[in-house]
């Protein structure tokens, strides 16, 4: 099997060499908003052939950790293998599932800090890179 990209975060017309779109990175978003709220990795020590078929069957997450029914529902509809049933950057935007107001992602091996502030109401998006 060959493929480019991280297997966890490609979505099903990827593995099938289908034509695809922007919604891909929807796909992908609602794989990292799962390891977000979770803490771990989807698939987490699969090899890539295994992760495939399990994309390719039901690319559903389960409930765990800290993760929120509401959440959950929007990281399964981002992950849908259906691209036209994935919902619109726009709509994530306004959503108040995940964004409430500000995200904070760092990353320890590089040392760097994402803050993600969002406004519904003003529909504008603000992002800082801290290094540290």
């Known amino acids: 099997m060959q ?3 991280t297997p966890v975060y490609m979505a099903q017309e990827l593995f099938l060499k289908k034509s695809y779109d922007h919604s891909v990175d929807i796909f992908a978003l609602g794989t990292l908003l799962y390891e977000i709220y979770t803490g771990e990795i989807p ?3 699969l090899d890539p052939a295994d992760i495939k078929d399990k994309i390719l ?5 389960p409930s765990k950790g800290n ?3 509401e959440v959950l529902e929007l990281v399964n509809s981002c992950r849908s293998n259906n691209p036209a049933q994935r919902p619109q950057a726009i709509k994530l ?3 108040n599932a995940w964004w409430k107001s500000l995200i904070f992602l760092y990353n320890r091996k590089s040392k760097w800090c994402l803050y993600l502030t969002v406004s519904a109401k ?4 603000e992002y800082n890179v801290n290094d540290e």
Do not use: C, H, P, V
Not at 57 to 61: F, H, I, P, R, V
């Open 122 to 125: 003003e529909e504008s998006m």
């Open 43 to 45: 698939y987490y020590g």
């Open 57 to 61: 069957k039901d690319s559903n997450l």
């Open 67 to 69: 993760i929120t029914k």
């Open 3 to 5: 493929f480019s990209g």
């Open 93 to 95: 935007l306004n959503s």
